[in-house]
């Protein structure tokens, strides 16, 4: 098969596993195009199979704010024209099943057929999806695509409740792990990340609001009071400041470190004792599978797509939103007890690699890919 696909090429779940997807699919010979306004950060190195293809936007002074979403449109069109392909995949809804929808039925009026596919990530539908000036097109844009896909089931029944999208088959297909970049071996010794004795405690995220910054740093206050610890923070972003803040007011800063954005994670997790995610919401936790295929057990909270992900008692534990107490007291008590800590971090391991291994994931897409091909019928979602 011949693969357009679409992500924002930033940092972010939805862009990591949409470049993973694409990788993937080429290993096992399809031919995948990648289309987006910068290239992907995980698409390093040459790889046959996988091309990439720049959206440029020009900028007139009549243009306030320059048209991303047309120029996107006209890309996939002339992408998929050129170079033949089946079908056109998009992750994340805005902008990129807008501009989906517009290109595939440029084609279709031209006399060529093409599906969009589009997987739903999280904030698409949560916050992005809820803003007025955008909830009727993400509406319109999800219903008319030949296939959604949500990443659990949590985002699945969120998408349905909050836009009533009665004619929306929206099948899951969670996100997945390369085992053998996640694994904790392979990075053995590689970084000093904390000082002899001390628990290295990690989170990764962009730090907005819904990851609770301030509910993190508090837990980790928390846990340094009863062992000696050291959390590292991955990522940056507008709660960055208000966290360096708190820390020092805590008197915690000089176990507390900021190490900015990094392209790779995988050897920073394998230094990892537990990794700690109180987020708001969360449509699935990529950074927690991440972290479980690395061995690393995750405290973090339900009521969200962590449910899918982490086993309770088993590979973690979850606290209801905002419950920094038995947050911490979870994480103490794994840091404590080295073996139960290794009962853990056996299981999380165990479990990436049984549910969420990339070669059990990957062909469930090439399955819905082949579904909707074979669907000459289609021109929008059906109810299921």
């Not at 909050?162 to 996100?175: G, H, M, Q, S, T």
Request: net charge negative; charged share 25%.
């Amino acid at each position: 098969m011949k693969i357009g696909i679409t992500c924002y090429p930033t940092y972010g779940g939805s862009g990591a596993v949409a470049t993973e997807l694409g990788l993937g699919l080429a290993r096992r010979g399809h031919e995948v195009h990648f289309i987006s306004y910068a290239q992907p950060f995980r698409l390093t190195t040459f790889i046959d199979g996988v091309y990439f293809h720049e959206v440029e936007v020009n900028r007139y002074p009549l243009f306030e704010y320059p048209p991303y979403s047309l120029a996107l449109a006209v890309t996939m069109h002339e992408v998929t024209w050129r170079e033949e392909l089946d079908l056109l995949h998009v992750h994340y809804a805005i902008p990129h099943a807008t501009a989906g929808w517009i290109a595939r039925d440029m084609l279709r009026a031209a006399g060529r057929d093409v599906k969009l596919v589009t997987t739903l990530h999280g904030t698409d539908i949560t916050l992005v999806g809820q803003d007025p000036s955008y909830r009727s097109i993400t509406r319109f844009s999800i219903e008319k695509s030949d296939r959604l896909t949500a990443v659990s089931g949590w985002l699945r029944d969120r998408t349905h409740r909050d836009f009533e999208c009665d004619r929306c088959a929206i099948e899951v297909i969670p996100n997945f792990v390369d085992p053998d970049i996640y694994d904790r071996e392979r990075y053995r010794g590689r970084h000093r990340l904390a000082r002899p004795g001390e628990k290295v405690v990690m989170h990764i995220s962009n730090f907005r609001a819904v990851k609770r910054i301030p509910d993190l740093i508090e837990m980790f206050a928390r846990i340094q009071r009863e062992l000696p610890a050291r959390l590292v923070l991955v990522g940056d972003g507008p709660e960055r400041q208000r966290a360096e803040d708190l820390a020092a007011h805590l008197g915690i800063s000089g176990r507390v470190v900021f190490l900015g954005k990094l392209d790779s994670v995988a050897d920073l997790l394998a230094h990892a004792d537990l990794f700690l995610l109180p987020s708001e919401q969360e449509a699935f936790g990529l950074v927690a599978l991440e972290a479980q295929a690395s061995g690393v057990p995750v405290v973090g909270t339900s009521g969200t797509g962590l449910d899918e992900v982490i086993e309770e008692g088993v590979t973690g534990h979850l606290h209801p939103v905002g419950d920094v107490a038995a947050m911490a007291r979870s994480a103490i008590s794994l840091l404590a007890d080295g073996t139960l800590w290794a009962e853990y971090s056996r299981a999380a391991r165990r479990r990436a690699l049984e549910h969420f291994a990339m070669e059990r994931i990957i062909p469930s897409y090439e399955a819905l890919y082949r579904d909707v091909l074979e669907d000459a019928g289609s021109s929008g979602v059906s109810a299921a």
